[in-house]
């Protein structure tokens, strides 16, 4: 097959669109005035500031004013989490056992501080229940954080029903929707959370800026003091040019949705029959309920990181749920979590599909898969050549 670049890790990171580059020139440029400061071009800064944030609350379905602009993802969860335990007279956060580490560590961090961490298990779909949560939570809980939709299998969280359980108990309910922002339609109020957290890379905007959602009445505690910027919840001169290229960008990304969701759902469910059909392959998450562009597998008597180098050479980016490339032996925490073994868990492999994909491309992304996969196995000592299948 003619070679061909795909890339598939959007997951990972997307390019920045048009559309959030074009919304971000004039304040990298002309624009440069500090929001804070009084004068013209720093005032028309200011109100570019304020558009933006606006924007960004009508995507969420939630107020301006409950709208602050962060470095990130990484920074929101941290926030959300210690923010949250730091003002609390309680001692307890429960957290889904396959959180991005920006949560798992985050809420670790606290436990030499007196505070008590609770994982909340998934079934073998990837997803939590709601009954589960509801026999661990008591009295003592501050906050409970569960993923809207996980960065490594996709799975989709009942989140307005964990939020119902965790408000009967006076706790408060964050989520973080960096992999569901601009994917699927979020609706802060619907969802019923208290904190929430996005980040603008993950569906075209710039890397470095994010946002928090915090409903009105909400408390917790700063985690970045200083200068007293946005309204005095986190300081730092306002990095405009970002914050309007993420406005920008998830505009784009929830009014296309509509188009774009039916239409990955297709392609991704086409890559994943095709993927089932290479021998000794296993889908991980949740069939029907995970994100409409995101395609995880484990693939048995493959290693996750020759997987991905081989993929390399052959056109298609994508990554893998094992940590080895980090230089950790062990595989990834959410597939273990789902009760994957360790030697069938690091053969892991997540597909992300760009907006653009179409059959052809996902034909050559399963042609690559398997291709990939016999080269690896043929060298695999755990692989039965002859018989074609594991020893």
Do not use: Q
């Given at each position: 097959m003619e070679k061909r670049f795909i890339y598939a890790d959007n997951a990972a990171t997307t390019p920045l669109s048009e559309t959030a580059l074009n919304a971000m020139l004039p304040w990298l440029k002309e624009g440069y005035g500090n929001p804070?400061?009084?004068?013209?071009?720093?005032?028309?800064?200011?109100?570019?500031?304020?558009?933006?944030?606006?924007?960004?609350?009508?995507?969420?379905?939630?107020?301006?004013?409950?709208?602050?602009?962060?470095?990130?993802?990484?920074?929101?969860?941290?926030?959300?989490?210690?923010?949250?335990?730091?003002?609390?007279?309680?001692?307890?956060?429960?957290?889904?056992?396959?959180?991005?580490?920006?949560?798992?560590?985050?809420?670790?961090?606290?436990?030499?501080?007196?505070?008590?961490?609770?994982?909340?298990?998934v079934r073998e779909n990837g997803i939590v229940s709601p009954d589960d949560l509801r026999a661990m939570i008591d009295e003592d809980t501050a906050i409970v954080s569960v993923m809207l939709a996980n960065n490594e299998i996709g799975t989709i969280q009942p989140i307005a029903e964990l939020a119902a359980i965790a408000h009967e108990h006076g706790a408060l309910m964050h989520t973080d929707a960096v992999q569901a922002a601009g994917h699927i339609p979020i609706d802060v109020k619907e969802l019923g959370v208290d904190i929430l957290t996005i980040s603008a890379h993950k569906f075209h905007g710039p890397k470095g800026v994010g946002v928090q959602y915090i409903r009105s009445g909400v408390r917790i505690t700063n985690l970045i003091d200083g200068g007293g910027h946005e309204r005095g919840r986190r300081s730092g001169t306002e990095n405009v040019a970002s914050a309007c290229g993420l406005a920008a960008a998830l505009k784009e990304a929830v009014d296309t949705l509509p188009e774009r969701m039916p239409r990955l759902t297709a392609m991704r469910n086409r890559l994943i029959d095709g993927l089932l059909k290479i021998p000794y392959v296993q889908l991980t998450g949740d069939l029907d309920k995970r994100l409409p562009a995101t395609v995880s597998v484990v693939i048995n008597a493959v290693e996750g990181e020759g997987l991905?180098?081989?993929?390399?050479?052959?056109?298609?980016?994508?990554?893998?749920?094992?940590?080895?490339?980090?230089?950790?032996?062990?595989?990834?925490?959410?597939?273990?979590?789902?009760?994957?073994?360790?030697?069938?868990?690091?053969?892991?492999?997540?597909?992300?599909?760009?907006?653009?994909?179409?059959?052809?491309?996902?034909?050559?992304?399963?042609?690559?898969?398997?291709?990939?996969?016999?080269?690896?196995?043929?060298?695999?000592?755990?692989w039965d050549s002859s018989a074609g299948r594991p020893m």
């Open positions: 804070s400061s009084v004068y013209r071009i720093a005032r028309e800064s200011r109100i570019a500031l304020e558009n933006a944030r606006k924007t960004v609350a009508e995507c969420l379905g939630a107020k301006p004013t409950e709208i602050y602009f962060t470095s990130g993802g990484t920074e929101g969860d941290n926030w959300a989490i210690k923010g949250a335990l730091a003002r609390s007279r309680r001692k307890g956060v429960i957290i889904s056992n396959v959180e991005h580490h920006a949560v798992l560590h985050s809420a670790l961090a606290m436990e030499k501080f007196g505070f008590k961490v609770t994982e909340l298990p991905i180098l081989t993929l390399d050479e052959l056109g298609v980016c994508a990554s893998s749920g094992s940590a080895c490339t980090s230089g950790s032996l062990d595989p990834s925490h959410v597939l273990l979590a789902i009760g994957l073994k360790h030697e069938v868990a690091h053969g892991s492999l997540r597909l992300t599909l760009p907006d653009d994909i179409d059959e052809d491309g996902v034909d050559y992304i399963i042609w690559a898969v398997a291709t990939a996969a016999e080269r690896l196995r043929a060298m695999s000592p755990v």
